[in-house]
């Protein structure tokens, strides 16, 4: 959830002509963390957590388009844009790792 503050933080600096590209990075941005939720619920049966954990990660790199997207529109939020890209690449690993690695029940 602190990634998410810090993408709604930056969104906040984005012009209101990029407005379609706010919109789809905050519905990328929430659907990370439900996702993840979501599928913790239902880790129980391993397909399904893994399912979500996938969905998670399809978010996060779609969210890293769209923070492109605005890097190219608004020349100054190049750098912040960047960054916030990198942290969500590494979610994106993170949450391919947990989905690698997962499995359900006894081992």
Not at 45 to 54: G, Q, T, V
Not at 60 to 76: C, N
């Amino acid at each position: 959830m602190r990634l998410l503050k810090k993408l709604y933080e930056f969104l906040r600096k984005v012009p209101k002509s990029e407005y379609d590209s706010v919109i789809q990075s905050k519905k990328c941005g929430k659907s990370i963390p439900s996702n993840i939720a979501e599928g913790w619920a239902k880790r129980s049966f391993e397909a399904e957590f893994k399912r979500f954990l996938k969905i998670a990660i399809g978010s996060s790199d779609e969210l890293i388009s769209h923070l492109r997207t605005i890097a190219i529109a608004v020349p100054r939020l190049l750098s912040e844009a960047k960054e916030l890209a990198e942290e969500y690449k590494v979610l994106s690993k993170r949450i391919n790792k947990l989905h690698s690695i997962w499995r359900s029940g006894p081992f």
